[in-house]
């Protein structure tokens, strides 16, 4: 039994102090005002206090536009110089292949926007994906489709992408293929390197948007073989808004912000050091304890994932073992996402569901649908996504609270 323990009026038990609960009037429904249980670590991570000690500096004295010939512009290069070098060393690369962007959807954007350009110059016009990518993908994907290029969409099994299919819908006229790393929603790992080893035998240029990866799992760019990968500080704990493109050594890529003469002449904009400078602190960071960080948030995945499977009339999405160590997403039958996570939230847990707002209705998302589910049951998932901050307390906390309320949402629909 937990420690600080309280039980509202309908004999649930919640965790933490009586006095941090007051009673939504609304819903008249306990409201832990307290306790917060963040688990939408895919969505965005708290900067880690160690980088906001090397991003402040950087607004009070370094302020510098690395631009500028003065001194101040010149401390505000070297940060720079040394963020691209750091991140470089965590990715096993160059440092003149990491091109810095506002995030990751530009990053997507650059990736595929300009490999069409590229394709199109030597005659070519079809490009592979599949069909559980970030929209930053498959909108920028769409784009190009009403330019007149084709885009085959793989269906991924359980959320994984068979080689086997990938190979068999190359054609004569393929010229770009973008598959990412992990996925965003259910968690699932493509196989990247034999992905990037069939397109790097038939001069398919092949990006993968690692936005998920990149500081959770290892990546080695070395090894990896890709032409072209998309990174976004904001989801390893580094500040929003600075992010990256890793073009490999002797691509000749078209550059997509017009503007200055930044980041090599690859990127116009004058850069934003601190988000930049946070990305790198954060990267040498999780780089230098990644192993036992993916131990430890596996096993509390682990443990999540049994409490809610045991709830009933449940399902795991996605593949079991080809998954990102924090990364839950499970459904429940009969049950409202959107309704499940008002009522997480109320007890002090954000998480995040299987459905999106779009266009004032509520859509089911598309990763669960393309891997098989019902609209109906796509619509009843939830996903909680684990970070370096959460602990075992917090899974307990959490697999009871989803278990009461998946409980009670049964017994209003009787
Ligand atoms: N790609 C994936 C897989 C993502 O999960 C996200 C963000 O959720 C993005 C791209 C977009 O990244 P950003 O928020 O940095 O623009």
Not at 54 to 83: M, T
Not at 170 to 187: K, P, Q, S, W
Request: glycine share 10%; proline share 3%.
């Amino acid at each position: 039994m937990l420690k600080n323990t309280i039980y509202n009026c309908a004999g649930s038990m919640y965790y933490g102090d009586k006095k941090g609960f007051e009673v939504n009037t609304m819903t008249n429904t306990m409201m832990n005002k307290e306790k917060t249980v963040y688990m939408d670590n895919a969505a965005t991570t708290k900067v880690m206090d160690e980088v906001m000690d090397n991003i402040i500096p950087l607004y009070r004295k370094d302020f510098g536009n690395p631009s500028s010939i003065h001194k101040i512009g010149r401390n505000a290069k070297s940060c720079l110089e040394n963020a691209r070098r750091e991140i470089a060393a965590c990715l096993n690369v160059r440092n003149s292949t990491i091109n810095f962007t506002s995030g990751g959807t530009e990053s997507d954007n650059w990736a595929v926007k300009s490999a069409a350009r590229l394709m199109k110059a030597e005659g070519k016009s079809h490009i592979i994906t599949t069909d559980i990518e970030h929209p930053a993908i498959l909108k920028s994907l769409s784009t190009l489709e009403k330019e007149g290029f084709s885009v085959t969409y793989l269906n991924c099994d359980d959320g994984v992408l068979s080689p086997k299919l990938f190979e068999a819908a190359l054609r004569e006229d393929t010229g770009f293929a973008t598959v990412m790393y992990a996925n965003n929603e259910i968690g699932t790992v493509q196989p990247i390197a034999e992905l990037a080893e069939i397109c790097r035998c038939r001069g398919i240029i092949f990006h993968t948007d690692a936005v998920q990866a990149v500081g959770h799992i290892p990546v080695d760019l070395e090894s990896l073989g890709a032409d072209l990968l998309s990174f976004s500080g904001h989801k390893f704990y580094a500040p929003k808004g600075a992010g990256g493109l890793y073009i490999r050594e002797g691509l000749d890529f078209p550059r997509f912000i017009d503007g200055g003469e930044q980041e090599h002449r690859h990127r116009g904009g004058t850069e934003n050091l601190p988000g930049i400078a946070g990305l790198a602190a954060a990267l040498k960071l999780c780089c230098g304890n990644m192993t036992e960080e993916i131990g430890r948030i596996t096993d509390l995945r682990n443990r999540l994932t049994a409490g809610l499977l045991n709830i009933k009339g449940s399902r795991l999405n996605g593949s079991a073992e080809k998954r990102l160590p924090g990364n839950v997403n499970v459904s429940f039958d009969g049950i409202e996402g959107e309704s499940l996570l008002i009522m997480l939230d109320m007890r002090g847990i954000c998480a995040s569901s299987g459905s999106a707002c779009s266009s004032g209705s509520l859509d089911a998302s598309h990763v669960l649908t393309a891997i098989g589910l019902p609209t109906e049951m796509a619509k009843g998932s939830l996903r909680l996504t684990l970070g370096r901050y959460n602990t075992a307390q917090e899974v307990d906390y959490t697999v009871e609270a989803v278990t009461d309320i998946v409980g009670k949402l049964r017994e209003m629909r009787m």
